[in-house]
């Protein structure tokens, strides 16, 4: 069977309008969901974009393969790691993919037959990506084939065509936020991300405005993957293909410390989509209990039969068969998170509540446990870990418990992380000794020694 891998970058579970978006109309991910097994509780362990996919495509958490962090340049992933690409291709699958991931980290060459990078270092629009593998399918049509389809829409700099931009953003182009500018400036990240996201906007009349851009890119990676979709369907093989669809991690808006970003474990990051559609194999229907994405390379493995692949008895991930073919409505009671990135956290989450435990605030000043009740409170606005330590204290414990069984006695990679230094740090720090080398402003801040706001705020002011 032919097997097809999309990766929609930077999109939450909840921009899709199956899953209750009333922001962003997404039809032809909704088209396929109703033929599709989708999973609605469904979480990264491991954030942001290099981890993720490593964890993913290695059915492993982040602690036991060392991959927790982003750009963290001693991060090596091991040579006997299972490889979802790789057994694959020694199971006489051709293998492709359309994706840059290995121009960052060079595991993620591993198992291809055929790597087609975009061009640019990242973020090439979605029509670009099809162009590149559309060729590609038809050339193997008739082969059993494993795809994968990086798509990078929705991350920033929010650049969409038309006319998404103008459906999405209209209405707001003359609602001015006169504070519009102070807002974003007053962020820490903001020197790294007026580089890479407000530098490329013509305009910014309110942060409303850039939020409506986002939902604007997953409405046209939307259409784009209707595009692909239909060429399938073309081609005459759409229905003999397994297409697993699956976010890496969401987006934060406005709505927490790390704006227009992916940093912070709270559901608008961590709670991804993810369905799988195979007809015949895999029966259509919506499940609500809570799995993870290492949980998606056994499910896969076990539905094209290949179970028994060397190197898969050390998965971490539980196979979703059960949950599809109905044997099953419960999986996991609970899911661990990670990120060490911008700031170095882990958490635990359950149905009900989400517990946070940090080991480095990184430029953020929040570094306090953190305890939100999710059915009361499902943004995670009101840290209830003082008010109700008993909670706090159990989940601590659990998250303690489930770090020491999979650590045993190796080194923890987060620790290691924080030791070398947080990388979105670095990268932050050497963006600001840029911007003063060139402005003739004198040495480094260090950030650390600033933090919160102010970052942003003293450089505005120079």
């Known amino acids: 069977m032919r097997t097809i891998f999309i990766s ?25 969901a109703s033929s599709s097994a989708t999973f609605t509780q469904t979480y990264a362990s491991d954030i942001p974009t290099q981890p993720s996919h490593t964890s993913l495509f290695t059915g492993r958490f982040g602690i036991n393969t060392g ?43 591993r198992g291809y037959d055929d790597y087609m990078v975009p061009p640019g270092r990242s973020r090439s629009p979605a029509s670009v990506i099809n162009g590149l593998s559309f060729p590609w399918v038809e050339q193997h049509a008739d082969e059993d084939f494993f795809l994968f389809l990086h798509y990078w829409d929705a991350h920033i700099p929010y650049v969409p065509p038309e006319p998404f931009k103008s459906l999405y953003t209209g209405h ?10 102070w807002k974003i400036q007053s962020r820490p990240s903001y020197p790294l991300f007026k580089r890479n996201l407000y530098d490329h906007l013509e305009r910014i009349p309110s942060l409303e405005y850039i939020e409506a851009l986002h939902y604007a890119e997953v409405a046209y990676l939307d259409h784009e993957l209707g595009n692909l979709f239909n060429h399938l369907a073309d081609t005459g093989i759409l229905d003999d293909t397994m297409v697993v669809i699956f976010g890496d991690h969401g987006e934060v808006m406005t709505e927490h410390d790390a704006w227009f970003d992916h940093a912070g474990l709270y559901d608008s990051v961590v709670h991804v989509p993810l369905l799988i559609r195979a007809p015949g194999l895999v029966q259509p229907g919506r499940h609500d209990a809570l799995v993870q994405l290492v949980d998606v390379m056994p499910t896969v493995l076990e539905l094209q039969g290949f179970s028994g692949a060397e190197g898969t008895e050390r998965l971490d991930g539980r196979s979703l068969v059960p949950l599809i073919q109905g044997r099953a409505t419960e999986h996991r009671d609970a899911v661990f998170l990670s990120e ?14 989400k517990y946070i435990s940090c080991w480095d605030p990184g430029i953020y000043p929040r570094c306090e446990p953190e305890l939100y009740d999710l059915r009361t409170d499902p943004t995670e606005q009101t840290n209830l870990a003082a008010s109700r330590p008993d909670v706090a204290a159990e989940l601590d414990a659990r998250l303690s418990v489930w770090m020491r069984d999979q650590l045993g006695e190796a080194p923890d990679p987060m620790e290691e992380v924080v030791e070398f230094g947080l990388p979105a740090v670095a990268r932050l720090e050497s963006v600001i000794k840029e911007d003063m080398e060139a402005e003739e402003l004198g040495d480094i801040i260090d950030l650390r020694e600033i933090g919160g706001p102010r970052v942003g705020a003293a450089l505005v002011q120079d």
């Open 8 to 32: 929609m970058d930077t999109v939450c579970a909840d921009r899709w309008s199956s899953m209750g978006s009333t922001k962003v109309a997404t039809p032809n991910l909704d088209a396929l």
């Open 340 to 353: 060490s990135t911008w700031q170095a956290k882990r958490g635990i989450r359950t149905p009900d509540w």
């Open 172 to 181: 707001l182009v003359d609602e001015v936020d006169p504070m519009a500018d």
């Open 67 to 109: 991959i927790v962090s982003h750009f963290h340049p001693p991060a090596m992933l091991g040579e006997d790691a299972a490889w979802l690409p790789t057994i694959f291709q020694q199971q006489g699958h051709v293998t492709g993919a359309v994706d840059h991931l290995f121009s960052m980290k060079e595991w993620f060459i």
